[in-house]
């Protein structure tokens, strides 16, 4: 009897240690489908202005001196060749000019949104190789100690890396997950707002909200969808002007919204840029025969969510809510409610021109599918492998393992090639018994026979 109390006991203490923090679970959306508008654009950007800011520009605005890794190999990185302080540097990070001209250096946009495919570079495919579950606070620590024994706390490096080193401390306990590959953005957004005074964007010791402790992360999304998109993001939940969405990820670093409109100018340029992106093609044959095929079945049971293709294309903007979609609703849940919502409607991105807001939905967009053969694992928190499992839901593994190498690419089901498993075997192993992604629901392929499924997914190669 003892002893059985003692394991509940653990059992219980293990669980609320892991999942304290769950949001209420929504159960009433309200509406089953939505169509959301469209809102003017900011256009006249300069596309290659805008990816040159983007890899070398200082949108991150403070980050660690780079005179801290002391002499540096003079090994030039070749895939992206850049100029000046950065073309040693890998293409995921970029060393720039603080305003009180100190080279500083921090990861760019290309951290999570480029990935291998096929042993090939894609610039905008989501990264689905990050691993959240590293002690973000020790690494801060770490890092906080190595500039105090390097740099007095009244040097200008220290106030290069002043804003940033207490923004990373800040989010460091906020982005920790318990999966692999999935990704802690949203989070990471939420953590830094929590710090900063809403109007003028500047450090605020006392956080303005609480978050939860367990932290729920998702996948990575390809940048060549948003020209289609009229909102950002998987709830729908970023609207109005994309410039102001897009300049967030600058919250970890910026010292004040002052930065902040010098900088933003320069978005407009990054989202010329972001709209020039067009999918990678399949490199495999395609069977054209068995394409067309699954072009009509297509047409038939998919395209009133996620639009045409070929000669006459169109993109409905739809967002289709839990009790429809039925895919895991811990993502969604936690949007709908989240604090970061009223933060960023009373904030400088939402009370001065041009306006971006929040207006989450409790539900998940319904994407367009162009390059869906390169953007595996699927559904917005990534728990299914290859586009066969998605389109029939009892074949979905419930733990699976797959390679780093991205070489180990599936033509047949589509996806990442991997085993399933019965318990956590490797460092990429994707367990969907953990809350926030399971494999649940987007049932819509189940009702097809073996044989239209495979001609579905041999339409959706050529996308
Ligand atoms: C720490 C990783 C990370 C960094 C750095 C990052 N992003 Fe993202 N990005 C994400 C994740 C994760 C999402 C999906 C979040 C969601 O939809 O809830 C996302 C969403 C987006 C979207 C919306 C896509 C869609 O289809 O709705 C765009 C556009 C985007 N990011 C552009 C950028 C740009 C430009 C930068 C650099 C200024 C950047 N991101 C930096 C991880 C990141
Ligand atoms: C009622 C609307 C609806 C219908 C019908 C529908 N889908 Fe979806 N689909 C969605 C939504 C919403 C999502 C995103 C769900 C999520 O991320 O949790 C999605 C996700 C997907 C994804 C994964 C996208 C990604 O990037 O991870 C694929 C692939 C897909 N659908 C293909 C299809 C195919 C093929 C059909 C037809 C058999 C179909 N869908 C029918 C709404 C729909």
């Given at each position: 009897?003892?002893?059985?109390?003692?394991?509940?006991?653990l059992?219980?203490?293990?669980?609320?240690n892991t999942?304290?923090?769950?949001?209420?679970?929504v159960?009433?959306?309200?509406?089953?489908v939505?169509?959301?508008?469209?809102?003017p654009?900011?256009?006249?950007?300069d596309p290659e202005?805008?990816?040159?800011?983007?890899?070398n520009?200082d949108?991150?605005?403070?980050?660690?001196?780079l005179?801290?890794?002391g002499?540096r190999?003079?090994?030039?990185d070749?895939?992206?060749?850049?100029p000046?302080?950065n073309a040693?540097?890998?293409?995921m990070?970029?060393?720039?000019?603080?305003?009180?001209?100190?080279?500083?250096?921090?990861?760019?946009?290309?951290?999570?949104?480029?990935?291998?495919?096929?042993?090939?570079?894609?610039?905008?495919l989501?990264n689905?190789?990050s691993?959240?579950?590293?002690?973000?606070?020790v690494?801060?620590?770490?890092?906080?100690?190595v500039?105090?024994?390097?740099?007095k706390?009244?040097?200008?490096?220290?106030a290069a890396?002043?804003d940033?080193?207490?923004y990373?401390?800040?989010?460091a306990?906020?982005?920790?997950?318990?999966?692999p590959?999935?990704?802690?953005?949203?989070?990471?957004?939420?953590?830094?707002?929590?710090h900063r005074d809403?109007?003028?964007?500047?450090?605020?010791?006392?956080?303005?909200?609480?978050?939860?402790?367990y932290?729920?992360?998702?996948?990575?999304?390809p940048?060549?969808l948003?020209?289609?998109?009229?909102?950002?993001?998987?709830t729908?939940v970023?609207?109005?002007?994309?410039?102001?969405?897009?300049?967030?990820?600058?919250?970890?670093?910026?010292p004040?919204?002052?930065?902040?409109?010098?900088?933003?100018?320069?978005?407009k340029?990054?989202?010329?840029?972001?709209?020039?992106?067009?999918?990678?093609?399949y490199?495999f044959?395609v069977?054209?025969q068995?394409?067309a095929?699954?072009?009509?079945?297509?047409?038939?049971?998919?395209?009133?969510?996620?639009?045409?293709?070929?000669e006459?294309?169109g993109?409905?903007?739809?967002?289709?809510?839990?009790?429809?979609?039925?895919?895991?609703?811990?993502y969604?849940s936690y949007?709908?409610?989240a604090p970061?919502?009223?933060?960023y409607?009373?904030s400088?991105?939402a009370?001065?021109e041009?306006?971006?807001?929040?207006?989450?939905q409790?539900?998940?967009?319904?994407?367009p599918?162009?390059?869906?053969?390169?953007?595996?694992?699927?559904?917005?928190?990534?728990?299914?492998?290859?586009l066969?499992?998605?389109?029939?839901?009892?074949?979905?593994?419930?733990?699976?393992?797959?390679?780093?190498?991205?070489?180990?690419?599936d033509?047949?089901?589509?996806?990442w090639?991997?085993?399933a498993k019965?318990?956590?075997?490797?460092?990429w192993?994707?367990?969907?018994?953990?809350?926030a992604?399971s494999?649940?629901?987007h049932?819509?392929g189940d009702?097809?026979?073996?044989?239209?499924?495979?001609?579905?997914?041999?339409?959706?190669?050529t996308?």
């Amino acid at each position: 009897m003892k002893k059985i109390t003692i394991v509940a006991g653990l059992l219980l203490l293990y669980a609320c240690n892991t999942y304290v923090g769950l949001p209420e679970k929504v159960t009433q959306t309200g509406f089953k489908v939505r169509e959301i508008p469209p809102y003017p654009q900011q256009t006249g950007g300069d596309p290659e202005v805008g990816f040159d800011y983007l890899l070398n520009g200082d949108y991150i605005g403070s980050g660690v001196p780079l005179s801290l890794f002391g002499k540096r190999t003079s090994r030039r990185d070749s895939i992206l060749d850049r100029p000046g302080i950065n073309a040693t540097l890998p293409y995921m990070v970029t060393a720039f000019e603080t305003a009180n001209q100190i080279s500083v250096v921090n990861g760019n946009c290309f951290t999570c949104h480029s990935a291998e495919i096929n042993g090939q570079l894609v610039l905008g495919l989501g990264n689905s190789f990050s691993d959240f579950r590293n002690n973000f606070s020790v690494m801060s620590k770490g890092m906080n100690t190595v500039m105090r024994l390097r740099y007095k706390k009244d040097s200008e490096e220290w106030a290069a890396y002043e804003d940033f080193g207490a923004y990373f401390k800040a989010i460091a306990p906020r982005i920790r997950t318990n999966q692999p590959g999935v990704n802690t953005a949203a989070r990471l957004a939420e953590a830094c707002a929590m710090h900063r005074d809403p109007s003028d964007l500047s450090y605020r010791e006392q956080p303005n909200f609480e978050m939860p402790d367990y932290n729920i992360a998702t996948d990575v999304p390809p940048l060549w969808l948003m020209k289609k998109k009229n909102s950002l993001y998987y709830t729908a939940v970023g609207r109005g002007d994309f410039t102001k969405l897009l300049f967030q990820a600058a919250l970890l670093g910026i010292p004040d919204s002052t930065q902040a409109r010098v900088a933003i100018t320069r978005f407009k340029d990054v989202l010329a840029w972001l709209e020039t992106l067009e999918a990678p093609e399949y490199p495999f044959p395609v069977n054209q025969q068995l394409a067309a095929e699954g072009e009509k079945l297509f047409n038939e049971h998919c395209s009133k969510c996620h639009g045409t293709y070929g000669e006459n294309p169109g993109y409905p903007n739809k967002v289709v809510s839990l009790e429809v979609v039925k895919t895991d609703p811990w993502y969604a849940s936690y949007a709908v409610d989240a604090p970061i919502v009223e933060w960023y409607n009373q904030s400088w991105f939402a009370l001065s021109e041009p306006k971006s807001w929040f207006e989450p939905q409790a539900g998940y967009v319904a994407p367009p599918l162009d390059g869906i053969w390169a953007s595996a694992p699927y559904l917005h928190n990534g728990s299914v492998p290859t586009l066969e499992d998605l389109l029939y839901s009892p074949g979905r593994p419930a733990i699976w393992e797959r390679s780093e190498d991205s070489r180990d690419y599936d033509p047949v089901k589509v996806g990442w090639k991997y085993e399933a498993k019965t318990k956590k075997a490797g460092k990429w192993t994707y367990n969907t018994r953990l809350p926030a992604y399971s494999n649940v629901g987007h049932t819509f392929g189940d009702k097809l026979s073996g044989a239209e499924r495979k001609a579905l997914i041999e339409y959706l190669k050529t996308l």
